[in-house]
Nanobody, 123 residues
Framework: VQLQASGGGLVQAGGSLSLSCAAAGRTFSDRRMGWFRQAPGKEREFVAAINWIDSSTYYADFVKGRFTISRDSSKNTVSLQMNGLKPEDTATYYC?????????????????WGQGTQVTVSS
């Protein structure tokens, strides 16, 4: 099973990026898919998550109104649309999959992880 994250890059403050996470080896219809990020010297933190089965979404307070998580069943992918990017959004972004019933915002709930994609926002 592999999760492949892509779409990172360098953008100016106020700009947008769209991250994508492709799942290979299995479907995740019984899972919650999440995005986390980690900046240098900081702990990994929750960004957003979506329940594959009903598309319920969850967001960290610092991205509400700016980021949107979605999923495409036909492509077996999860996307994170990031608008209004700020320099403090600079980090490596990881996609992950968790079982239902686990704590949404806790990285320990997630047992599949992608390799990460770098997002850099310049001021």
């Amino acid at each position: 099973v592999q999760l492949q994250a892509s779409g990172g890059g360098l953008v100016q403050a106020g700009g947008s990026l769209s991250l994508s996470c492709a799942a290979a080896g299995r479907t995740f219809s019984d899972r919650r898919m999440g995005w986390f990020r980690q900046a240098p010297g900081k702990e990994r933190e929750f960004v957003a998550a979506i329940n594959w089965i009903d598309s319920s979404t969850y967001y960290a307070d610092f991205v509400k109104g700016r980021f949107t998580i979605s999923r495409d069943s036909s492509k077996n992918t999860v996307s994170l649309q990031m608008n209004g990017l700020k320099p403090e959004d600079t980090a490596t972004y990881y996609c992950a999959a968790a079982r239902f019933g686990t704590v949404v915002r806790d990285s320990r709930s997630y047992d599949y992880w992608g390799q990460g994609t770098q997002v850099t926002v310049s001021s």
